[in-house]
């Protein structure tokens, strides 16, 4: 839900407009790197797959393959070369590069009282611009956990 609350306020802000080609073609965006900053474990690997899905089926953005996934396509190809017919192989060169990156973090401050706490989680995100590193979008989400702790002992 914050992937897709967060990447729908991307999407409505007005760098969008501005990016999109002459033709009306769409800007290209990569996720990178979202780092857990929090003192909890989370798979921010989950995280990103979100926003990639949301980014994706927005429609408003061409999507391209993270570092790790353009390495094995990279792979690919090579034995492709080697294993593949000329008129079924697929030409090294040919990928489509980023025009913006969206990265960030995820924080966390916990508060306690007697035998209750409360975790503040915090999202920040930005999209980069590629060409000249200009922050073409800057959002943020909170998120509140109530936790109440038995006072029992085992």
Not at 125 to 140: F, V
Request: proline fraction near 2%; hydrophobic fraction near 35%.
């Amino acid at each position: 839900l914050t992937a897709e609350e967060m990447i729908a306020d991307c999407l409505a802000r007005p760098w969008i407009s501005s990016a999109s080609g002459p033709a009306g073609e769409n800007p290209t965006v990569i996720v990178g790197t979202v780092r857990n900053e929090s003192s909890e474990h989370i798979n921010t690997g989950v995280f990103v797959e979100d926003l990639q899905r949301a980014l994706i089926n927005s429609g408003r953005v061409t999507f391209v393959a993270a570092k790790n996934e353009r390495g094995e396509l990279r792979e690919e190809r090579l034995d492709q070369d080697t294993n593949a017919s000329e008129e079924t192989k697929k030409a090294h060169g040919q990928e489509t590069g980023a025009d913006f990156m969206l990265s960030g973090n995820i924080s966390s401050i916990e508060d306690k009282e007697g035998g209750k706490s409360v975790i503040l989680y915090q999202v920040n995100l930005k999209l980069l611009n590629m060409k000249n590193n200009q922050i073409s979008w800057s959002g943020q989400k909170k998120i509140k956990k109530f936790i109440k702790r038995s006072s029992s002992t085992w």
